[in-house]
């Protein structure tokens, strides 16, 4: 963040996880308002030509073009960057382009990634169809399988990419035993942590290099705006994410920015109380006859219970069900749900319901999907803020109709 536009840099670095989330990153005009103001401005101005050489230099810093840095941005980065406890913040646009620089940034022509299998749709497709055509060569392997990272490792990689919990299977990799066998071969570790959240998984602390988010998920959390980021050492970001975003251009607007600046200070509590709802729908849908199998990280049926309960403080807000029949007893299930909206999105304030099969992850193909335990009547129910029991008396109810 540029001089003058930090009040107090630092004040926060200690501060309560409540009190970051709030005032973290806050910087007032001289207006002393309230809320964090929205400066839509593409450009900055400078007092004599002298001064804008010396920006350019880089021997001031200060705002000069808002593909490389905004006000309003840079309060999103601060406050997220205290709630990771990360050297460095920046934002992306979405969460696909927070996926994509924080590889695309580091790797070259040559280069090697080993990743989990069960990956969020795109970026599957980044693993396995873009890097590939860029000269990356990239091994997928069960990330719940920690024999499978190991043999992939001996091989020399320059990073590994993971998600956990996975969308939508909501498998668990073991983070800190994955991270330490990266750091053996001097591999990177990124990890897509939008399931568990910011405030629910601390990646960095369990051996993380690099974190991402889709900033649209729980950032948001409801449904207004696109955002990412990346998070990791200063070094990391200096030397390969800041140039790669200046120019390459996936920037942050500033309106959603703003957004997610407020999204953020509400962000545990939304959490919080889509994880109580998500536990009450676990343990009541736990063995419903209509239901082939219920996956939530935070109840006993979990077959990663134990490990998911030691790296994340909560299950998470997002369960899966696999119905106990076909596509179309799938396809009754989802029409009959009243309260659950049918939609591709997760982490909102609405409670949404996706049939990953023919939507998210229909570009995996069934082999695709079949290895990942995707199959057609598995239904991902994102976990919002309306009352928990009325939640469950709607998915009870449509399962009446399967
Ligand atoms: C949604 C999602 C993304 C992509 O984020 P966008 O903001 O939609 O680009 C990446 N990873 C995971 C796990 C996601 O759920």
């Known amino acids: 963040m540029a001089p003058g536009l930090t009040n107090d840099p630092g004040r926060f670095d200690d501060a309560a996880e409540a009190t970051r989330l709030v005032r973290g990153g806050l910087t007032r005009t001289g207006f002393e308002e309230t809320a964090e103001a929205i400066f839509p401005t593409s450009g900055y101005v400078y007092a004599s030509a002298a ?11 200060r705002f000069i073009y808002s593909r490389y840095g905004n006000p309003t941005v840079a309060m999103f980065e601060e406050r997220l960057r205290l709630l990771e406890g990360a050297e460095a913040c920046m934002a992306t646009a979405s969460g696909m382009a927070a996926v994509f620089a924080s590889m695309a940034s580091y790797l070259a022509c040559g280069d090697r990634v080993v990743a989990s299998r069960a990956l969020f749709g795109s970026c599957s497709v980044i693993l396995t169809e873009i890097l590939p055509r860029l000269g990356v060569e990239t091994e997928l392997v069960d990330g719940t399988n920690l024999d499978q990272w190991a043999e992939a490792l001996k091989t020399p990689a320059n990073a590994v990419f993971l998600e956990s919990p996975s969308n939508p299977g909501l498998q ?100 919080d109380a889509s994880c109580a709802s998500a536990s009450l729908l676990a343990s009541k849908l736990d063995g419903h006859t209509k239901l082939s199998a219920m996956h939530y990280p935070g ?90 029991e009325e939640l469950l008396a709607d998915v009870l109810a449509a399962l009446d109709e399967v």
């Open 172 to 271: 668990i990799v073991d983070v800190a035993a994955v991270a330490a066998m990266a750091h053996e071969v001097d591999a990177l570790v990124i990890i897509d942590n939008v399931f568990a959240t910011p405030v629910l998984q601390r990646p960095l602390e369990l051996g993380a290099d690099v974190v991402v988010y889709s900033a649209t998920k729980h950032i948001d959390g409801q449904g207004r705006v696109l955002g990412g980021a990346v998070l990791g050492t200063q070094k990391y970001v200096d030397d390969h994410l800041m140039p790669f975003l200046r120019h390459t251009g996936p920037s942050m607007s500033p309106f959603n920015a703003w957004t997610l600046v407020k999204g953020m200070e509400t962000l545990r509590l939304r959490v």
């Open 299 to 388: 109840h006993a049926s979990h077959p990663q219970h134990d490990l998911a309960m030691s790296q994340m403080s909560k299950g998470g807000t997002v369960l899966a069900v696999d119905i106990d029949g076909d596509k179309d007893a799938t396809f009754r299930f989802l029409d009959g749900l009243r309260l659950f909206d049918i939609s591709n999105n997760l982490g909102d304030s609405k409670s949404l319901a996706t049939h990953p099969a023919t939507t998210t992850h229909r570009r995996l193909g069934v082999d695709g999907r079949e290895a990942v335990g995707i199959g057609e009547s598995m239904v991902r129910l994102s976990i919002g803020l309306e009352d928990g």
């Open 51 to 61: 001064e804008a050489e010396a920006a350019f230099a880089g021997d001031t810093k």
